[in-house]
């Protein structure tokens, strides 16, 4: 599993994986926290939910003005990376807003939360 998990993580998260893959009971957060959102709504947001990771997860990408959901995950298990979501209904700008992270153990009973604030620049 070690090499196959390797093969999605770039240098820094190698390091991270190398430095924690023997810790265990917790839950991690990766994600950018400025991520672009281009002329067809495709957002880079580069979400790790780790390997090392104890917790399965979901993410709810929200605006910070008015809480309008703008980006829901599905159910992440350790190992899971999404590059790319598509964020609609925003015009050019900068605008703030927050991933809120769910934490999950293998019965799916909800063990945390964490909020990460973000600025989304729509081009």
């Known amino acids: 599993d070690y090499e ?3 093969a ?3 240098e820094e998260e190698k390091r991270q994986w190398d430095e924690n893959k023997q810790e265990k009971g917790k839950a991690y957060v990766q ?3 400025r991520v ?3 002329d067809q709504n495709k957002a880079e947001i580069r979400l790790i939910n780790p390997p090392y990771a104890a917790y399965k997860q979901k993410v709810t990408i929200k605006l910070n003005e008015d809480e ?3 980006y829901e995950s599905d159910m992440m298990l ?3 990376v999404v590059e790319h979501a598509e964020i609609a209904g925003l ?3 900068t605008y703030e807003a927050s991933a809120i992270f769910v934490f999950y153990d293998a019965y799916d009973v909800e063990r945390g939360d ?3 604030e973000l600025q989304l620049d729509v081009i």
């Open 68 to 70: 309008k959901v703008l």
């Open 36 to 38: 672009s959102v281009n």
């Open 31 to 33: 994600m950018q926290t």
């Open 114 to 116: 964490y909020k990460l």
């Open 91 to 93: 015009k050019e700008g």
């Open 4 to 6: 196959k998990y390797l």
């Open 8 to 10: 999605i993580l770039n």
């Open 78 to 80: 350790p190992g899971t």
